[in-house]
């Protein structure tokens, strides 16, 4: 009886360690995500940055037509076109110091079917160039909607140096100290024989303008934004208000030089944009914020999607961005090829010509 006990016991223990062997030694399970669950994971940024802003209008416009999306908070810079073009699984978090945990919840267990980015982040995945020249062209991005975002190119000086121009900032001040974000940086300090290295070996110092801790202590800030309190744009908040500054010209030659690249245009920066700007100035800068997919995504969704952001579109009016949407853009961003399901919705609304 004790040998029959013992030998039961045993096989329990054996079976038990079984179980918890399938349970515990497998592969975590995706969850149940993609276009098919109506469930498809979305890449994009943190909750204020400008992708994920945009992607938590979408969420919430896209909703009344069944489809729940599910947000990649951490699925950015260029690792969002990569994810698209790949159906890649997020990244694990890895957050920089000035994004509060708070804005970057843990991503979805799923692979990514769709993204919200800038319309340059994906014109260089497509064509393989900038960030992703390495790469080679990812060719199977569709556009489904172009999101306006305008975001400047912004040059500013302290007063207290006394300058009006950065010509003459580099030949009164050596070394000098950069904060730079966004933008043609290097574009724009090669026009004055410059490089970020020739700075750095002066004893001089470029910063990243997202980093707070930068914008302590500088002569001259290099950077896109627009008055939007986002990681990538808040440079301007913080320094506009904390310090008096000199908003130069850039030369009318250096702004056609930076207009070559075709991700920019020629525009003008408001009169009282930011404190201390007290007329027009001319720059360049970029607009869109795009939402886009894999050519191989489903019609009906790419339609869904179209429509609800032009159904919706009352929503981007109480965002903390200058976001705004036009029929005569929505459907065209340079040349990257338009999803055919939105552009059937397109067509349909008379948007397209």
């Known amino acids: 009886m004790r040998k029959t006990i013992g030998r039961l016991t045993t096989m329990h223990v054996v079976v038990a360690t079984l179980v918890l062997l399938g349970v515990f030694g497998r592969a975590p399970r995706a969850d149940d995500t993609g276009f098919a669950s109506r469930k498809p994971v979305l890449a994009a ?26 947000i990649c908070y951490n699925c950015w810079r260029a690792d969002n076109p990569k994810l698209v073009a790949g159906a890649g699984m997020p990244p694990r978090v890895v957050l920089p110091p000035y994004i509060p945990p708070s804005q970057v919840p843990p991503p979805p267990n799923g692979r990514v079917d769709f ?35 305008p975001n400047y190119l912004i040059v500013a000086v302290k007063a207290s140096l ?20 966004s933008g043609d940086v290097d574009g724009v300090l090669a026009y004055y024989g410059l490089t970020r290295q020739a700075i750095e070996s002066s004893g001089g110092h470029i910063g990243n303008g997202n980093d707070p801790e930068e914008r302590k202590n500088f002569d001259v800030v290099i950077a896109g ?44 920066i408001p009169n009282g944009l930011l404190r201390g700007i007290d007329h027009p100035i001319k720059t360049v800068a970029r607009t869109g914020i795009m939402i886009y997919s894999r050519a191989d995504a489903p019609e009906d969704f790419a339609y869904a999607i179209a429509k609800a952001m032009d159904e919706h579109q009352d929503l981007l009016q109480w965002g903390h961005l200058n976001l705004s949407y036009n029929a005569r853009t929505v459907w065209k961003a340079l040349d990257i090829p338009l999803h055919p399901g939105a552009a059937r919705y397109y067509r349909e609304q008379r948007y397209m010509k």
């Not at 208000?241 to 030089?257: H, I």
């Open 45 to 70: 940024a943190c909750k204020v940055c400008p992708w994920g802003a945009a992607a938590e209008i979408l969420k919430q416009a896209a909703q009344p037509y069944g489809w729940d999306i599910q």
């Open 162 to 181: 006394g300058v009006t121009d950065l010509r003459a900032l580099w030949e009164k001040r050596r070394p000098v100290r950069i904060v730079a974000g």
């Open 225 to 268: 934004g627009s008055l939007g309190n986002a990681p990538e744009y808040n440079v301007w908040y913080e320094v506009s208000q904390k310090f008096d500054l000199v908003y130069p010209q850039l030369p009318d030659d250096l702004l056609a030089q930076l207009a070559k690249d075709p991700t920019f245009q020629r525009e003008v």
């Open 115 to 149: 993204g919200v980015t800038s319309v340059q982040n994906v014109f260089n995945a497509y064509h393989g160039s900038g960030a992703f020249t390495a790469d080679g062209p990812r060719s199977n991005l569709r556009l489904i909607a172009n999101i306006q975002a």
